[in-house]
């Protein structure tokens, strides 16, 4: 994972402290005897629970790194793991660099984020983390290289995350992950990340997918793991900015029906559908982001031949092109789900200034999301 990972080497890299760091350990310490000492006293938690989905009850999403779609429809280790589910053919990421499609996947926008950097989404904003907390559904990162639980990424970038200790607690490192299998406590929602070297970002899809395939092969057979799973892989970006940003996905696990494995879906994904499954499955409340719209089919979507997804919309966070922090729409609706009640609060009174309508939206930099003119009174 990109801009985490590269910060794992401690000593080797500084970075610009955004926040004031959350005692007792620091998400972005980087001197070798603050990692040590945050290491030896850091919270670590594994809680579990048993929460029927609809189709699964566990989801476990392993994030591999910028392959074009062809390359890795064209490795024999990619297409073996595809015909043990179902290829999705329709699947693409949201901008570029990786950042913001990490960010996508937790909170449904990315304010704007066209570059690595580590940052801090203002604490107002929810993440799906609050969504299964609010179902008892238990979740947790497993993120390899990390020194200690809660050290920076893509979940510590939200300060709702990363300020609240028993949440940061459940951003954990590959050598929890095999603590928790060993001890049957692995979490109902999970997002894996290999360091850079296993994820292909630093190799190729070759390597990447063999590490895929050779992680879960073992897990595949283990009950600890596998119980009525649904196990989503996925790139976070294509490689080539010119073309489309088509990424390889597929879907295996005990929770795919036989009759559909080795089956291929075309619908078009990104990453909003990954919360947007989770919602569905789960009877979740929803963050009223892009999150309510996504996993409808883009058939009919104006513009679609013409977008690359290759660049990121303004926002606050942008480096070209500021643009206000939207809203979430505290009304929203999808079969008859709604807005989380938390977030309803957080944002009472500001209807009129969100920029989601709860249908398919898949703005990119060149078809920007359009504020409300409300908007222009700020
Ligand atoms: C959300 O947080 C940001 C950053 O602190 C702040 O500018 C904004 O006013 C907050 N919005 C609400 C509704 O509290
Ligand atoms: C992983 O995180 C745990 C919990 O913070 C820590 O005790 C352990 O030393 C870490 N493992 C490695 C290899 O850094
Ligand atoms: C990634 O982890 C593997 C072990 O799984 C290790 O051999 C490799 O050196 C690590 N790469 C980085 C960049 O830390
Ligand atoms: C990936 O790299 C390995 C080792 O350098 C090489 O053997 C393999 O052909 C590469 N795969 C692709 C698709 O280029
Ligand atoms: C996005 O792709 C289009 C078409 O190849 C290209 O013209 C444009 O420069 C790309 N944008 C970026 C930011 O790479």
């Not at 290289?145 to 920076?152: A, D, I, K, L, T």
């Not at 009223?288 to 104006?302: H, I, S």
């Not at 009472?348 to 249908?359: A, F, Q, R, S, V």
């Given at each position: 994972m990109l801009f985490s990972t590269l910060l794992v080497a401690a000593t080797l890299v500084s970075v610009a402290l955004?926040?004031?760091?959350?005692?007792?350990?620091?998400?972005?310490?980087?001197?070798t005897t603050d990692v040590y000492a945050a290491q030896a006293t850091v919270l670590t938690l594994s809680p579990v629970s048993n929460v029927k989905g609809k189709a699964f009850d566990r989801y476990v999403s392993i994030w591999l790194e910028n392959t074009d779609y062809a390359d890795a429809a064209a490795d024999p280790t990619m297409e073996a793991l595809a015909k043990m589910g179902i290829k999705l053919t329709g699947s693409y990421a949201?901008?570029?660099?990786?950042e913001p499609n990490y960010m996508a996947a937790f909170?449904?926008?990315?304010?704007?984020?066209?570059?690595?950097s580590f940052l801090a989404v203002p604490s107002n904003v929810s993440t799906v983390a609050d969504l299964l907390d609010d179902k008892g559904i238990s979740w947790g990162l497993y993120q390899e290289?990390?020194?200690?639980?809660?050290?920076?990424g893509p979940a510590i970038v939200y300060k709702s995350i990363a300020n609240t200790p028993d949440k940061a607690a459940k951003v954990k490192n590959f050598t929890m992950f095999y603590e928790d299998l060993k001890d049957d406590k692995l979490p109902q929602w999970m997002f894996i990340t290999p360091n850079m070297t296993n994820d292909g970002?630093?190799?190729n899809v070759t390597f990447a997918a063999k590490w895929c395939k050779e992680f879960l092969t073992p897990l595949l057979s283990d009950p600890h793991f596998m119980a009525n799973t649904l196990v989503h892989i996925t790139f976070d970006?294509?490689?080539?900015?010119?073309?489309?940003n088509q990424i390889f996905t597929v879907l295996l696990g005990d929770a795919v029906p036989a009759d559909l494995v080795g089956t291929v879906d075309d619908n078009y994904y990104n990453h909003y559908s990954e919360l947007s499954t989770v919602e569905a499955n789960w009877d979740l409340k929803t963050l009223?982001?892009?999150?309510?719209?996504?996993?409808?089919?883009?058939?009919?979507?104006?513009a679609f031949d013409k977008m690359f997804f290759n660049s990121s919309y303004p926002g606050i966070f942008s480096s070209t092109k500021w643009a206000p922090q939207p809203v979430p729409d505290i009304h929203s609706r999808r079969n008859g789900r709604t807005t989380l009640d938390s977030i309803q609060d957080t944002w009472?009174?500001?209807?009129?200034?969100?920029?989601?309508?709860?249908?398919l939206e898949i703005p990119d930099g060149a078809y920007p999301p359009v504020y409300p003119e409300a908007f222009s009174a700020y």
């Open positions: 955004a926040v004031p760091a959350p005692a007792p350990a620091s998400p972005t310490a980087t001197d949201v901008t570029h660099p990786s909170a449904g926008d990315y304010w704007g984020v066209n570059g690595d290289g990390m020194p200690y639980s809660g050290y920076q970002h630093d190799t970006e294509n490689e080539d900015y010119t073309i489309q009223g982001r892009w999150d309510v719209g996504a996993n409808w089919n883009n058939d009919d979507y104006p009472k009174g500001t209807d009129d200034l969100n920029y989601y309508h709860g249908e």
